[in-house]
């Protein structure tokens, strides 16, 4: 089966009108110096926040956010992605923190089954990485 990641230290909490979800995992403990990765989401009215941390910085750690096949996406500045819908809805997602790229990748929408799409790398600086999605 492999190693497995266990999940710790989940916490929900509701703050200035965002609702935030954080928690970390072990899955990289069987590296030498068991890093640690958190993940924190906040979830507002008109946006999502997501940041990555990873305990050990001198790892080149990436945080992938994978796109659905139904969307395309094209980068607006150094640092901005817009991502449009089928339907013409769209949403902005702007890294704050991190090293971002496009690069191929795929979908799963099922067991067994694999789509071609791409995602958005942001590659962890210092051990941290965040992004906003952004819509109207």
Request: some cysteine.
């Amino acid at each position: 089966v492999g190693r497995r990641a266990y999940p710790f230290g989940l916490q929900l909490e509701e703050e200035n009108d965002m609702l935030e979800v954080s928690c970390s995992h072990n899955g990289y403990a069987h590296l030498p110096e068991r890093p640690v990765h958190t993940r924190k989401r906040q979830l507002g009215e008109d946006c999502f926040i997501v940041t990555d941390n990873v305990s050990d910085s001198g790892l080149h750690a990436i945080a992938r956010f994978i796109i659905h096949p139904d969307a395309t996406v094209s980068q607006s500045g150094n640092n901005g992605y817009n991502i449009v819908w089928e339907d013409g809805k769209d949403v902005q997602l702007v890294v704050l923190t991190g090293d971002p790229s496009l690069e191929a990748s795929y979908y799963s929408p099922k067991f067994g089954e694999r789509c071609d799409t791409v995602c958005i790398a942001v590659k962890l600086i210092d051990g941290k990485s965040q992004i906003r999605l952004e819509w109207q």
